[in-house]
């Protein structure tokens, strides 16, 4: 029999099979009459997904394509802009602000620590200002899920536009695009909105659009596409097929209910953290119903996270994460963020716990499934 394989990755992730059935229609003319209604509703169910009234730009890139957009769009060189990191992609987006001449002030915390509102508002105040401050919603590199309004309110205090890395974020978490007064918040299609890798978006307020510079950009120009979608025509071929996908996908979330699929990431993160605490693993996300992207877990002494995950690939056909950059080795990542439900979760525990005890692990056995299905049976406040 073939392997059955688990995508339990913070992205890409698992993809409904109506949305694969949505995949496979033939491949109709982006100028055609039957595109214009899927484009239609695909644009509109991410604005009610963005909670904005703004547009939301969709590009045919992944969602460092979408957030260089921002870059490409909102930085002259020479200006300073405040970029806050606390793992791999907001010192991605550091490099990248610096790589388009900005004059970068790096706000930089350790990997999996927590951005602070008074350190950002602190830095804001003796640097003069920024024209935007850059920040990560959901560090899935560490699990850290930033609390975005606290950050956002002390940006917009300071007259900085504000723009927000949503990429595994955006239909896992909460995310108030508009009362929070956030300016770009940038996302991708294969994370929580349940669709393959291939689209990245970003939604733009009017104040952004705005605010552009001058650094060279043709593709990404956040105007070029603006005006085509305001027509329903697309600037360039898009993904024709994804955007189809996409729209099921989004219809899908708004079906169950944006507040119910929040508190199903909520409750999907506790059973993922108290399965690992019960077979006495340590956790490196933290401890908190906002960590409901991914969960980090620190490898047991002795171990080396690479075989972890290569363990549950090979034997059981589990695709988890490990860590990245100056955490691979020590940190194994399980996603849960889109099409999961409590068995993904369960089925992973179980044969984490199989894979840590073959490698000599000191693990708690027999307990993680029963405490994961308990934690997410427990209603959320
Ligand atoms: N930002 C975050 C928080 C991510 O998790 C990812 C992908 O893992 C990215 C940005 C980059 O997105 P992509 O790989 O689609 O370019």
Redesign the pocket.
């Known amino acids: 029999m073939a392997t059955k394989r688990y995508l339990m990755t ?2 890409p992730t698992p993809v409904p099979p109506q949305v694969l059935a949505a995949l496979a229609e033939p491949i109709i003319h982006h100028r055609a009459p039957e595109f214009r209604p899927v484009y239609e509703q695909c644009l509109e169910q991410l604005r009610t997904v963005a909670r904005t009234e703004s547009d939301v730009l969709l590009f045919g890139s ?4 979408a ?1 260089e957009s921002a870059v490409a769009n909102l930085v002259t060189p020479g200006e300073r802009h405040l970029v806050v990191s606390a793992g791999n ?1 907001g010192e ?1 987006w550091a490099q990248m602000t610096a790589a388009y001449g900005a004059d970068v002030d790096h706000l930089r915390y350790a990997w999996g620590e927590i951005p602070e509102p008074e350190d950002v508002g602190a830095r804001l105040r003796e640097s003069g200002g920024a024209k935007a401050l850059w920040i ?1 919603h ?3 590199s560490t699990g850290v899920v930033s609390d975005i309004e606290a950050l956002a309110a002390v940006g917009k205090e300071a007259g900085a536009l504000v723009v927000v ?1 949503a ?2 974020s955006l239909g896992a978490v909460p995310c108030e695009t508009d009362e929070w007064g956030l300016d770009a918040v940038v996302s ?1 299609s ?2 929580a909105l349940m669709t393959p ?1 291939g689209l ?1 978006l970003v939604a733009v307020s009017p104040a952004a659009l705005a605010a552009t510079g001058s650094s060279p950009r043709f593709y990404f120009d956040w105007e070029r596409t603006r005006k085509a979608q305001a027509k329903l025509d697309a600037p360039f071929t898009p993904p024709i097929s994804l955007v189809a996908g996409l729209n099921v996908a989004l219809g899908l979330l708004l079906g169950e209910g944006l507040e119910a699929v929040f508190d199903r990431h909520v409750r999907l993160g506790r059973a993922a953290r108290e399965g690992a605490k019960a077979m006495g693993l340590e956790l490196f996300s933290p401890d908190d119903d906002r960590s409901a992207v991914v969960t980090a877990v620190r490898v047991p002494d002795g171990i080396d996270g690479k075989e972890i995950v290569r363990t549950l690939r090979d034997r059981f056909g589990i695709t988890i994460a490990g860590g990245q950059g100056e955490l691979m080795g020590k940190i194994v990542r399980i996603g849960h963020i889109g099409w999961f439900d409590v068995f993904d979760i369960t089925t992973t525990l179980a044969a984490l716990e199989l894979t840590l005890a073959e490698l000599g692990a000191d693990v708690e056995r027999g307990v993680a499934v029963s405490r994961a299905l308990a934690a997410f049976e427990h209603a959320t406040a």
């Not at 992944?62 to 394509?65: A, K």
């Open positions: 913070p992205g992944s969602g460092t394509g957030f992609f991605r990560v959901s560090e899935t890395d990429v595994s991708g294969q994370k890798p990245g």
